[in-house]
């Protein structure tokens, strides 16, 4: 159980261009959803909260108009990096969390690379 | 900002040996600490938790213990094999909530 899809998995884009991320939980609703980057050899940096039906809630030095998250249903979230640019190549990862509980289920990752 | 901290960034241990990775974390309100497992280029897979009402948790060769007084919580791996090598991050929740902030990994090499 708690099984977390991410999709795609890698994607190479043009800079300038917009490339959207889906997550999804598979096996179980999760009210929140979080969005991820992870640069090499560093850990995880929490971009955002996704709670379903509102308005993401962005960490502090995360830009919202660059990162748009739409969290539509209980079990899909998405990411949109809009105007990639190189330094925004990196690993992104989604968790989600069941509804009432701490736990947080991560995706596979999707590795941008901006060119 | 509330931070953890995690030490030892990398560490090498004989197969057979155990593994401590301890971490600290400074926001008073945390209740919620978890433990993942990241092989290269996957994703973070838990693998042991713990709430702030509990003080030691333990599951198969992994273990954790939390000392809430002290802010310090540390996951305790036993009879490591090779396939125990990964990085190690460890996480406390933020104000009660159930946001995460990650600790800055443990690279763990089981030698045989």
């Known amino acids: 159980g708690a099984v977390v899809s991410q999709h795609p998995s890698w994607v190479i884009c043009k800079s300038g261009t917009s490339v959207k991320i889906e997550c999804r939980s598979l096996?179980?609703?999760?009210?929140?959803m979080f969005w991820y980057r992870q640069f090499p050899k560093q850990s995880l940096m929490l971009m955002a909260t996704s709670n379903e039906g509102s308005k993401a809630t962005y960490e502090q030095g995360v830009e919202k108009d660059k990162f748009l998250i739409n969290h539509a249903s209980l079990t899909l979230s998405t990411l949109t990096v809009t105007s990639a640019h190189p330094e925004d190549s990196s690993f992104y990862i989604c968790?989600?969390?069941?509804?009432?509980?701490?736990?947080?289920?991560f995706g596979p990752g999707t590795r941008l690379t901006v060119t | 900002g509330e931070n953890v901290e995690q030490h030892p960034s990398t560490l090498s241990v004989q197969e057979g040996d155990s593994a401590v990775i301890k971490c600290t974390y400074s926001?008073?309100?945390?209740?919620?600490f978890p433990w993942y497992k990241q092989e290269l280029g996957k994703r973070p897979q838990l693998i042991i938790d713990i709430r702030s009402n509990v003080g030691e948790k333990k599951d198969q060769r992994i273990a954790v213990t939390l000392n809430k007084t002290a802010k310090h919580f540390s996951l305790h791996i036993t009879e490591t094999q090779p396939e125990d090598s990964a990085v190690y991050f460890c996480?406390?929740?933020?104000?009660?909530?159930?946001?995460?902030?990650f600790g800055t990994g443990t690279q763990l090499k089981v030698e045989l």
């Open positions: 926001d008073s309100a945390s209740n919620y």
């Open positions: 996480a406390a929740s933020l104000g009660g909530g159930n946001k995460l902030t």
């Open positions: 096996d179980f609703q999760a009210t929140t």
């Open positions: 968790s989600a969390s069941p509804s009432g509980s701490y736990e947080q289920y």
